[in-house]
């Protein structure tokens, strides 16, 4: 089993935030630098996070802190100029829609009639191309070597934009927390999405909450390879973990079900720091 020693957590809610949440920016930084953490993702559904992620660096200078954009109605959806902005202030990612994604609003809500579910966002149009919005946004990732995130998209959305974004000339894409039940990938899937180009994102939010078997993630991490993915949290929510407690566990469950150090290793490590290389 491997220590917390330089691992990353590249996908956290802290306060200031809409939600309410477990810790601020600074309490965050100070809890996972003092268990050995290399580096943080800050993550908010409703505003950019590079400008605290800058604010946080420099006060916490051993520690790697990255921010971005997520394209939820706050920030005008698909807005290529919120994705500018960003990009200026040195955001590393960019989050398709996630709490506002409207296959996400339908998963939660079933009965949910056209008229509302036309209120959340998509980045189809009704024949099922991508709308033009989402080229704008990926050429401006493109331009300021962004990693695009398929946030809570369906899967079938999440595929077409990493299709896309490697024909815009991203780098970098991911395929968020690709075993949440509400944007579930097969591992079919996630294979494609590897094919495409992609590193697949794991949480530790959905074995931690039992929407997903340990079994299950295992499964999935060897059918993409240990190369082609890595985990995160997902926290910040008051009941949950510190970050830094939720990826101890998370190795350890994993080790219990057969995963190697070095896998470990790829997936905490290795793979978070490969991810960040302009």
Same mark, same amino acid.
């Given at each position: 089993?491997?220590?917390?020693?330089?691992?990353?957590?590249?996908?956290?809610?802290? &306060?200031?935030?809409?939600?309410?949440?477990?810790? !601020?920016?600074?309490?965050? @930084? #100070?809890?996972? /630098?003092?268990?050995?953490? =290399?580096?943080?993702?800050?993550?908010?559904?409703?505003?950019?996070?590079?400008?605290?992620?800058?604010?946080?660096?420099?006060?916490?200078?051993?520690?790697?802190?990255?921010?971005?954009?997520?394209?939820?109605?706050?920030?005008?959806?698909?807005?290529?100029?919120?994705?500018?902005?960003?990009?200026?202030?040195?955001?590393?990612?960019?989050?398709?829609?996630?709490?506002?994604?409207?296959?996400?609003?339908?998963?939660?809500?079933?009965?949910?009639?056209?008229?509302?579910?036309?209120?959340?966002?998509?980045?189809?149009?009704?024949?099922?191309?991508?709308?033009?919005?989402?080229?704008?946004?990926?050429?401006? &990732?493109?331009?300021?070597?962004?990693?695009?995130? !398929?946030?809570?998209?369906? @899967? #079938?959305?999440? /595929?077409?934009?990493?299709? =896309?974004?490697?024909?815009?000339?991203?780098?970098?894409?991911?395929?968020?927390?690709?075993?949440?039940?509400?944007?579930?990938?097969?591992?079919?899937?996630?294979?494609?999405?590897?094919?495409?180009?992609?590193?697949?994102?794991?949480?530790?939010?959905?074995?931690?909450?039992?929407?997903?078997?340990?079994?299950?993630?295992?499964?999935?991490?060897?059918?993409?390879?240990?190369?082609?993915?890595?985990?995160?949290?997902?926290?910040?929510?008051?009941?949950?973990?510190?970050?830094?407690?939720?990826?101890?566990?998370?190795?350890?469950?994993?080790?219990?079900?057969?995963?190697?150090?070095?896998?470990?290793?790829?997936?905490?490590?290795?793979?978070?720091?490969?991810?960040?290389?302009?």
């Amino acid at each position: 089993m491997i220590n917390l020693t330089g691992c990353y957590d590249l996908h956290v809610h802290a &306060a200031p935030d809409v939600s309410k949440r477990k810790f !601020t920016d600074i309490q965050l @930084a #100070e809890h996972m /630098l003092k268990a050995g953490f =290399a580096g943080i993702g800050l993550k908010c559904h409703f505003a950019e996070t590079a400008a605290r992620a800058a604010l946080l660096e420099e006060q916490f200078p051993q520690l790697k802190v990255v921010g971005g954009v997520t394209l939820n109605r706050s920030l005008g959806g698909l807005n290529p100029y919120a994705v500018e902005t960003c990009g200026k202030m040195g955001g590393r990612f960019v989050w398709m829609p996630t709490l506002e994604a409207r296959a996400y609003k339908r998963f939660h809500n079933p009965k949910m009639s056209e008229a509302e579910a036309k209120q959340f966002l998509t980045v189809f149009d009704e024949q099922k191309k991508l709308l033009p919005q989402l080229h704008e946004v990926l050429e401006v &990732a493109a331009q300021y070597k962004m990693i695009v995130c !398929t946030g809570h998209l369906s @899967a #079938e959305e999440g /595929l077409a934009v990493i299709k =896309a974004a490697k024909e815009h000339g991203v780098a970098k894409c991911v395929a968020t927390h690709a075993d949440n039940p509400a944007d579930f990938y097969t591992k079919e899937q996630q294979v494609e999405c590897v094919r495409l180009g992609a590193v697949v994102e794991h949480c530790y939010f959905t074995v931690f909450k039992n929407r997903t078997t340990p079994e299950d993630m295992v499964n999935q991490l060897r059918a993409v390879g240990f190369d082609n993915t890595f985990i995160s949290t997902d926290f910040g929510q008051p009941d949950n973990l510190y970050p830094d407690e939720g990826i101890g566990e998370f190795l350890q469950v994993l080790n219990q079900h057969g995963v190697k150090d070095e896998d470990l290793e790829k997936l905490a490590k290795i793979n978070p720091i490969k991810l960040l290389d302009a």
